[in-house]
C-alpha cells in the first residue's frame, strides 16, 4: 500500500459516492416507502446545493435508515455537500433534480443497496467544476497509473491512460477529498520515485500483491468521509 487510501473514485463519480454512502447507515429496507417530504428551501446556487443534499439525505435515512440520528443526518449532508461540490457552485439550477429525487420510490433511488442519479441532475453537476482538492487527487491517480505502466512495461494509448486514471479516481474515493494536506508533493514524489516490486514490474501498491510504504501518502488529502461533525 501507498499509505494513501490504498488501491483494492470526475464528475461523473458523484454518484458513486452516494451509492457508497447509502450503505454506512445501513441496507437498503425501506422498499416502497413513501417519499419523505423536504421542508421548501432554495433550488439554486450553493444554497440550492446544499438543500439538495438535505433532499438527497431525507430520503436516503427514510429508505436506509429510519433510526438515523442528527448526528448521522447531519454527516450525510456534509459528506454529500462535497460529493456535490457544492463549494463550487455558482448559478446552477437543482429545481428538477431535487423534485426527482423527492418522486422516486425506494427501490428506484436506492436499487440494490446503492443510488441512482436521475437523468435531471445531469445538467446542473455536468457544469460544476472539480475543486482544487479533487483535482489534486487526480494528480494522485495519474502518477500511479504512470508507475504502474513504468513498472509493467506497458505499451498504452492515451485513452488507456485516461481509462486508468479515472478507475484509481474512483477507487481512491477521490470524489470525496475535501482538502489537500501537507504530505501531498512528497507523496507524489515518493511514488514516482518508488522502485517497482518483482522483477518485472509491480508498482507501488501493486495489483500482483507487491507493496511499498509511503509514510506522506498518509497526509496527502483529507477524505470528507474521514472526519465527523
Same mark, same amino acid.
Do not use: H
Given at each position: 500500500?501507498?499509505?494513501?487510501?490504498?488501491?483494492?473514485?470526475?464528475?461523473?463519480?458523484?454518484?458513486?459516492?452516494?451509492?457508497?454512502?447509502?450503505?454506512?447507515?445501513?441496507?437498503?429496507?425501506?422498499?416502497?416507502?413513501?417519499?419523505?417530504?423536504?421542508?421548501?428551501?432554495?433550488?439554486?446556487?450553493?444554497?440550492?446545493?446544499?438543500?439538495?443534499?438535505?433532499?438527497?439525505?431525507?430520503?436516503?435515512?427514510?429508505?436506509? $435508515?429510519?433510526?438515523?440520528?442528527?448526528?448521522?443526518?447531519?454527516?450525510?449532508?456534509?459528506?454529500?455537500?462535497?460529493?456535490?461540490?457544492?463549494?463550487?457552485?455558482?448559478?446552477?439550477?437543482?429545481?428538477?433534480?431535487?423534485?426527482?429525487?423527492?418522486?422516486?420510490?425506494?427501490?428506484?433511488?436506492?436499487? *440494490?443497496?446503492?443510488?441512482?442519479?436521475?437523468?435531471?441532475?445531469?445538467?446542473?453537476?455536468?457544469?460544476?467544476?472539480?475543486?482544487? $482538492?479533487?483535482?489534486?487527487?487526480?494528480?494522485?491517480?495519474?502518477?500511479?497509473?504512470?508507475?504502474?505502466?513504468?513498472?509493467?512495461?506497458?505499451?498504452?494509448?492515451? *485513452? *488507456?491512460?485516461?481509462?486508468?486514471?479515472?478507475?484509481?479516481?474512483?477507487?481512491?474515493?477521490?470524489?470525496?477529498?475535501?482538502?489537500?494536506?501537507?504530505?501531498? *508533493?512528497?507523496?507524489?514524489?515518493?511514488?514516482?520515485?518508488? @522502485?517497482?516490486?518483482?522483477?518485472?514490474?509491480?508498482?507501488?501498491?501493486? @495489483?500482483?500483491?507487491?507493496?511499498?510504504?509511503?509514510?506522506?501518502?498518509?497526509?496527502?488529502?483529507?477524505?470528507?468521509?474521514?472526519?465527523?461533525?
Amino acid at each position: 500500500m501507498t499509505g494513501f487510501r490504498g488501491i483494492d473514485s470526475s464528475r461523473g463519480s458523484r454518484w458513486l459516492g452516494l451509492a457508497l454512502l447509502t450503505t454506512w447507515v445501513g441496507a437498503c429496507g425501506g422498499g416502497g416507502a413513501t417519499p419523505a417530504v423536504v421542508s421548501a428551501g432554495p433550488t439554486t446556487g450553493q444554497a440550492g446545493c446544499v438543500q439538495l443534499a438535505k433532499t438527497f439525505c431525507a430520503r436516503s435515512m427514510q429508505c436506509n $435508515a429510519p433510526d438515523a440520528g442528527a448526528p448521522q443526518i447531519a454527516d450525510c449532508i456534509r459528506i454529500n455537500g462535497v460529493v456535490f461540490g457544492c463549494d463550487q457552485v455558482t448559478t446552477q439550477d437543482f429545481t428538477s433534480c431535487a423534485t426527482d429525487i423527492q418522486g422516486l420510490s425506494c427501490p428506484g433511488l436506492f436499487p *440494490d443497496g446503492g443510488a441512482v442519479s436521475p437523468p435531471s441532475c445531469d445538467t446542473p453537476f455536468s457544469t460544476i467544476p472539480l475543486s482544487a $482538492a479533487k483535482m489534486k487527487c487526480g494528480d494522485l491517480a495519474e502518477a500511479y497509473c504512470e508507475k504502474i505502466v513504468t513498472c509493467e512495461m506497458l505499451t498504452v494509448t492515451n *485513452d *488507456d491512460l485516461a481509462q486508468c486514471q479515472s478507475d484509481i479516481y474512483d477507487q481512491l474515493g477521490c470524489f470525496l477529498a475535501s482538502d489537500v494536506g501537507a504530505g501531498f *508533493d512528497q507523496c507524489v514524489a515518493g511514488l514516482k520515485s518508488a @522502485p517497482c516490486l518483482n522483477g518485472d514490474g509491480g508498482a507501488a501498491s501493486s @495489483p500482483d500483491g507487491g507493496s511499498t510504504t509511503i509514510p506522506a501518502c498518509d497526509n496527502a488529502i483529507t477524505f470528507a468521509d474521514e472526519t465527523t461533525n
